[in-house]
């Protein structure tokens, strides 16, 4: 499902960044609860065209692999690293049936990464393959649609996005298509919000503790373009929601 979907979008994907929930919300709360990546090496899995790869890189982070599994996201990214040589290597890879590393990092990422589960095992197989790939006591950071996220924000598109249930449900959770309102043309994307009890279950399993659900924040940059009320529904009923945890 999820391969051919990314193919398709390919370097167009850089353009949800730009969009309000993420330029104001998703990116300065993960990288807040990722914190100080300085002298630490990065696994970034499901790292798209690579902007938190190169972000990462930028923040001063040693080592930075970014891992996916769509080639033309891979391509992207690469050709991004050649405009802006950072030091990012990448490769094309499945989570599910990660290679085992030559090396073990410090801190992995996964935004919109363990949700492509087809049912629990898969999920759990990709926990344990991060799970491998961290030093001892390394810690894992992951941001995912809000596993109860009732659909609620009427709003929502405001911020640039629409987020539906496809009426279909999986082992994990519900299947939802998430939609960038992205000029001229809005891309689509099918995924699952898998429960919150999937999630920490199968990290549990794969051997993580200290299992934490962090919420969605909106940056002092977006309350000063936007002000407040603007951005009351969104957090009134955010769509995304981050988890971070320890090896």
Not at 48 to 65: I, Q, W
Not at 162 to 180: D, K, Q
Request: hydrophobic share 40%.
């Amino acid at each position: 499902m999820s391969v051919q979907q990314y193919d398709e979008i390919g370097e167009a994907f850089e353009g949800f960044k730009s969009l309000p929930l993420m330029r104001y919300g998703e990116v300065p709360s993960f990288l807040g609860m990722v914190g100080d990546v300085s002298a630490k090496s990065v696994l970034d899995l499901a790292c798209g065209t690579g902007f938190y790869s190169r972000e990462f890189k930028r923040r001063g982070a040693t080592d930075v692999l970014g891992v996916d599994i769509s080639v033309e996201m891979i391509a992207a990214a690469r050709e991004s690293e050649q405009r802006e040589p950072l030091g990012v290597h990448y490769e094309v890879g499945d989570v599910i049936e990660l290679r085992p590393l030559d090396r073990r990092f410090d801190i992995a990422v996964g935004v919109q990464c363990l949700n492509y589960a087809e049912d629990i095992a898969e999920m759990e197989r990709m926990c344990r393959n991060i799970h491998r790939s961290l030093v001892p006591d390394g810690e894992f950071f992951v941001l995912a649609q809000k596993p109860d996220y009732r659909f609620d924000c009427a709003s929502l598109d405001t911020y640039g996005f629409r987020c539906e249930p496809t009426g279909e449900e999986i082992e994990t959770g519900p299947r939802v298509r998430v939609t960038a309102l992205l000029d001229p043309q809005p891309i689509s994307i099918v995924s699952t919000a898998p429960r919150r009890e999937v999630y920490e279950q199968c990290l549990r399993a794969a051997g993580f503790s200290d299992v934490e659900w962090v919420p969605l924040q909106v940056s002092e940059a977006g309350l000063r373009e936007f002000g407040e009320d603007f951005w009351a529904d969104l957090l009134a009923s955010p769509p995304l929601e981050m988890l971070r945890c320890r090896a």
